[in-house]
């Protein structure tokens, strides 16, 4: 019984050429034998691929249901030329642009390899309300990996000289080669014993023994930035961990801001509630309020204001960049909970006035 390509690549019919790659990608992926899959399934797939890849070789298919030619070859007319590089005898090649993120079996694109970076670091702070809303700074101690002070990273003794790494004779990288159904697959690989410098020292730095990098206790400076909220994250960049040839990671500190017992914030406005007496809200008055920033400030309030009502102070919120947010008070009266006989006369008096 004829094969089905179209139903071993799970493609319809009418798929594109990049739809047959893409399928073939993801199945090879998963069946190749280096990965642990099965062999024949993957010999199958490839050999389905070798006939939908191939405009000529599809239409016969399409019209005959066989092709007529390079039949009856070991992956039943898999031309590994067509991907280029594959010699005779099974040698190096470059199968990057159809098994793109194969990066443990075939490599980088070209052999290109990929800057190493140093391990990121989390940590959590406490911000007063005061910094979350005016800025800040805060100084932590860390103990990391960090580029030894002793060498400067290069891991020699200060004053000598750097020599070629013989393992991979100064390239940084090592080919590895290893063989499939397809041929000889060549992975290229960060060489261990120079760790992808391509130089080694004659004399190591007695510091970070060589290393580059040294674990040790680092003061970093942290900027609080004006409004920040609670639960967000501040990225420093290169304040993470060292590593020896690459660049440094990156610092992630996480602010938790301590509530303020008056003011809340809300967006780009503080929010505070002040009460009043009652007295106070039908005669109006001055009071008297301390802002964030701990300078007094004195708010009139209306005669005859309402019992719940907010007043807005433009720009005494929170300022960024020239962005200001406002102050918003919002005022509550309050009944006394105990009234004198004299209070209580005056009020029956407010009474028959109608109030």
Do not use: W
């Amino acid at each position: 019984m004829a094969k089905n390509y179209y139903d071993i690549l799970g493609v319809d019919k009418k798929a594109t050429q990049d739809d047959v790659k893409k399928a073939f990608r993801k199945l090879a992926q998963k069946h190749h034998p280096d990965k642990g899959g099965d062999e024949s399934k993957f010999k199958e797939i490839t050999e389905a691929y070798s006939t939908l890849s191939d405009e000529k070789k599809r239409r016969e298919y399409d019209s005959y249901g066989q092709t007529f030619q390079g039949g009856g070859g070991q992956y039943g007319g898999f031309d590994p030329s067509q991907f280029g590089g594959f010699g005779q005898g099974g040698v190096e090649f470059d199968l990057n642009d159809l098994f793109e993120g194969f990066g443990d079996i075939f490599g980088g694109r070209g052999g290109r390899s990929r800057v190493k970076r140093g391990r990121d670091i989390s940590i959590d702070i406490e911000a007063t309300f005061k910094e979350s809303i005016l800025g800040g700074s805060r100084s932590v101690l860390l103990t990391k990996i960090g580029t030894c002070n002793t060498c400067e990273g290069s891991g020699a003794k200060p004053g000598t000289e750097l020599e070629t790494c013989k393992t991979c004779n100064g390239q940084g990288k090592m080919h590895e080669t290893r063989n499939s159904p397809l041929g000889a697959f060549t992975s290229v690989r960060t060489c261990a014993v120079c760790e992808g410098s391509g130089k080694l020292p004659k004399e190591k730095c007695s510091t970070c023994s060589g290393h580059g990098v040294e674990r040790r206790e680092e003061e970093i400076k942290i900027q609080i930035p004006k409004g920040i909220d609670g639960g967000e994250m501040i990225r420093m960049p290169g304040q993470g961990e060292a590593i020896k040839g690459g660049v440094s990671g990156d610092l992630y500190v996480k602010v938790h801001v301590k509530p303020h017992p008056v003011f809340k914030k809300e967006g780009m406005n503080l929010v505070m509630n002040m009460p009043m007496k009652l007295t106070d809200a039908l005669l109006g008055t001055i009071a008297s309020i301390t802002t964030v920033d701990e300078k007094k400030l004195e708010v009139k309030i209306p005669p005859m204001a309402e019992a719940q009502q907010t007043l807005r102070l433009k720009g005494k919120g929170v300022v960024i960049d020239g962005h200001e947010g406002d102050l918003l008070i919002r005022l509550t009266a309050t009944l006394p909970k105990k009234i004198s006989g004299k209070a209580k006369k005056a009020i029956e008096e407010l009474k028959s006035e109608g109030l």
